[in-house]
């Protein structure tokens, strides 16, 4: 339905769809890549802190404590770091901040459905560059590009990394214009851009406490960058609200991110269970792509995705089938627990029989 008070925006806008969000229980949800550990015991210490405290005041409208944390993780100044409410939103200004309405930027085809939703959104012109045959990113073909670039690495849905070197050519050849490297699954990979900040002043790196901090519900995500690149965020989100974050995600994100300890735990053992979960889907004749990232992109030779995906929710398991062009034979799974694994290859055995 369109209505003839909608502006040319709303009527050119088609909303991204997330994942099902079913709530059953029992359901074994392995189809948004969120953690399956909780965040660490110090977020719920300070959230329940702050809860007792301060909820009467404003939250710093800068953001000052938690950008100076971040960047100290990073070795980063805080004028490196700007904060918003998710890497969603972050994306959002990002598109604001630095593509604009005369120049296409491009990003891979098969790739983070929300970036074509944005473009059409903020009326930039956009050109989708087709994988290679082996689902890696062309990189020869965002050279040049007229008004920028931008993809996630790990690549989502296919979790595959793209090297450094390889980004450095993307980023040498782009000197004028904004490369923003969306790192949502960077911490069950290998090294981030982040190491490229000293050299590339169009270089916008955005990461999520999402997925390895486990904190998809509290809604953080953050960009490093240049100053320069980082101030037109900041002029972005105070036009819309300085106050984009509440106090109990600023006090949660800050004890999130000086937990190394628990991140590092967490995250090496989301890394051997997808190992081993590798192999073992592989030995049930699935073809998976390398995996960097806190899930799996899979096929298998026999079996159709779509009726996969269909019985495995039957069994209530939920897993990611996407029907586009190009992978609609593939289906996405989230690393869960090695007990949620075991629960899941023991259904496909009992669906595969
Ligand atoms: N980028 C990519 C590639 C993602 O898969 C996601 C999660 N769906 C996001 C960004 C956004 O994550 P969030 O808004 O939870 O930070």
């Given at each position: 339905m369109a209505s003839k008070f909608w502006s040319e925006t709303v009527r050119r806008t088609e909303p991204y769809v997330p994942g099902e969000q079913l709530n059953l229980?029992?359901?074994l949800k392995l189809n948004t890549n969120e953690n399956p550990y909780p965040p660490s015991p110090n977020v719920t210490a300070a959230i329940k802190e702050e809860l007792d405290r301060k909820l009467q005041l404003y939250p710093s409208p800068t953001l000052e404590g938690l950008r100076h944390k971040i960047g100290d993780y990073y070795n980063l100044d805080t004028s490196n770091v700007f904060v918003g409410n998710g890497s969603d939103e972050v994306l959002a200004f990002s598109f604001m901040?630095?593509?604009?309405?005369t120049e296409t930027i491009r990003f891979p085809k098969i790739s983070y459905s929300f970036y074509p939703v944005?473009?059409?959104?903020?009326?930039?012109?956009f050109e989708e560059?087709?994988?290679?045959?082996?689902?890696?990113?062309?990189?020869?073909d965002f050279f040049q590009s007229e008004g920028g670039v931008i993809f996630p690495n790990p690549n989502a849905p296919t979790s595959i990394y793209m090297e450094l070197e390889t980004i450095k050519d993307i980023l040498d050849s782009n000197q004028d214009k904004?490369?923003?490297?969306?790192?949502?699954?960077?911490?069950f990979a290998d090294v981030s851009a982040v190491t490229l900040l000293n050299k590339y002043e169009n270089l916008l790196v955005v990461q999520t406490m999402s997925k390895s901090r486990s904190l998809a519900g509290l809604r953080i995500g953050f960009a490093l960058g240049s100053p320069e690149l980082i101030e037109a965020l900041m002029r972005i989100k105070d036009s819309f609200n300085s106050y984009t974050i509440?106090?109990?995600a600023i006090a949660g994100a800050e004890a999130a991110i000086t937990d190394t300890a628990y991140f590092?735990?967490?995250?090496e053992k989301i890394i051997n269970?997808?190992?081993?979960?590798?192999?073992?889907m592989k030995k049930r004749g699935f073809h998976v792509l390398p995996s960097s990232a806190n899930f799996i992109f899979v096929n298998h030779y026999h079996y159709a995705a779509e009726d996969l995906y269909k019985k495995l929710k039957e069994q209530l398991i939920l897993v990611r089938h996407f029907s586009k062009p190009d992978i609609e034979n593939y289906l996405r799974i989230t690393i869960g627990t090695d007990d949620q694994m075991n629960t899941l290859l023991k259904t496909l055995d009992l669906i595969m029989e």
């Open positions: 229980p029992n359901l901040a630095f593509f604009n309405s944005y473009a059409k959104l903020f009326n930039v012109p560059v087709g994988l290679n045959r082996d689902f890696t990113i062309p990189a020869e904004v490369v923003i490297i969306d790192e949502a699954y960077i911490d509440d106090r109990l590092n735990k967490t995250t269970t997808r190992e081993w979960t590798v192999r073992e």
